[in-house]
């Protein structure tokens, strides 16, 4: 195999593709990136057996050939060399990389050790524009859970209708779900799909926002591709739980907020709250909002913020962190809470119901 690169197309397609390789493994061949040279083209692979990346790089090709490389010194030399035409060489599973002055040789091995990428037929893919579907998993995939006690919800649910998808994600404490019409692109089959957040994590890295994604399935396995990137995912088994069950339909109590306020102030009452719990008091009575927090051996705030509400007077408690997730993906400048009791769900939507977007917090028991 010979070709030469620009250095700028390789960083490039080694940045997009490393993100896949894991960081320990006992199989030594996933610790590279597979390098495949034909017509006018590298592609770069790179897989952990769950999640699989590929990209195809513009480059002159002397001689067709494939190979693996070490992912993290390939990187490493990648950074380093000066910014002038890159040529490989390979003799057998030997590399050799050439840049200015510069001379390099790395190890490899050979192609056919390399694990093949899940076999799926794109012929029944159907396709959405890469930023509606980032929109989908920059709200919801923050609340996903990292507890290996329960692997299903260590995964985003993507429930695939005729005419929508929607996204859920939860830890069981918190919940985040959005909604959006299928726009074009032909249909996409009714499923409910768990899929790991790394995955996601590739999608949201490696696609531009107006990239036409290909999308289709197998039983175990999910893969998007447009015209120069593959990514191929392996699905979490299992039922998700019935997450519609506990979300609230009789919440009376109403209040709207300014999100950037609520933030604000809900930040200023995290310095102090507790390390363990991040409990923060939250008293919400007519045309206004308190805020207390104290921790023992520590110290105490308070504060309050205008506000429009609609009910008795509630006292509620929260984890401030999971307050500060929610508002931050919050696409309204005004968000409206709903609630029932203080040892009930809260939940939290823009103000102006568009998009369809809801979040879902329980509450903490409050100490007095």
Not at 265 to 292: C, I, N, P, W, Y
Request: with cysteine; proline share 6%; glycine share 6%.
């Amino acid at each position: 195999m010979k070709f030469t690169i620009t250095r700028e197309a390789l960083q490039s397609g080694l940045g997009a593709v490393a993100s896949a390789i894991p960081t320990r493994t006992t199989l030594p061949v996933l610790s590279n990136i597979l390098m495949k040279a034909e017509e006018d083209t590298v592609h770069l692979s790179g897989t952990d057996l769950d999640i699989s990346v590929s990209l195809s790089v513009p480059a002159d090709i002397s001689e067709d050939g494939a190979v693996t490389v070490p992912a993290k010194k390939l990187v490493e030399i990648s950074r380093v060399l000066e910014d002038a035409p890159v040529k490989f060489t390979t003799d057998g599973a030997q590399v050799e990389i050439e840049c200015g002055r510069s001379k390099f040789t790395l190890y490899g091995l050979a192609e056919d050790e390399f694990p093949a990428f899940p076999d799926v037929d794109f012929a029944s893919a159907w396709k959405m524009t890469a930023g509606d579907l980032q929109t989908l998993i920059e709200r919801t995939s923050f609340a996903v859970s990292n507890e290996e006690s329960r692997p299903i919800l260590n995964g985003v649910l993507w429930q695939l209708r005729p005419e929508e998808s929607l996204m859920v994600a939860t830890n069981g404490h918190r919940l985040a779900k959005m909604r959006q019409a299928v726009n074009g692109g032909g249909a996409p089959p009714e499923a409910d799909l768990i899929i790991p957040p790394k995955a996601l994590q590739q999608i949201q890295k490696l696609y531009a926002k107006d990239a036409v994604l290909e999308i289709a399935r197998t039983d175990n396995h999910l893969a998007f591709r447009s015209d120069d990137r593959k990514v191929y995912t392996r699905l979490i088994e299992g039922p998700y739980p019935n997450y519609d069950q506990v979300i609230p339909k009789d919440n009376d109590k109403e209040a709207i907020v300014n999100r950037s306020a609520l933030e604000a102030a809900v930040r200023r009452m995290a310095v102090v709250a507790s390390d363990q719990t991040h409990r923060v008091r939250l008293r919400f009575e007519d045309g206004g909002l308190k805020f207390r927090v104290r921790t023992p051996d520590l110290g105490e705030a308070e504060d309050e913020l205008p506000l429009d509400y609609q009910g008795e007077s509630l006292e509620i408690g929260f984890n401030a962190t999971y307050l500060l997730e929610i508002l931050r993906y919050m696409p309204d400048e005004d968000v409206r809470m709903t609630f029932k009791a203080p040892e009930r769900a809260a939940t939290f939507a823009p103000a102006s119901g568009d998009p369809e977007y809801l979040c879902l917090v329980m509450p903490l028991r409050l100490l007095d």
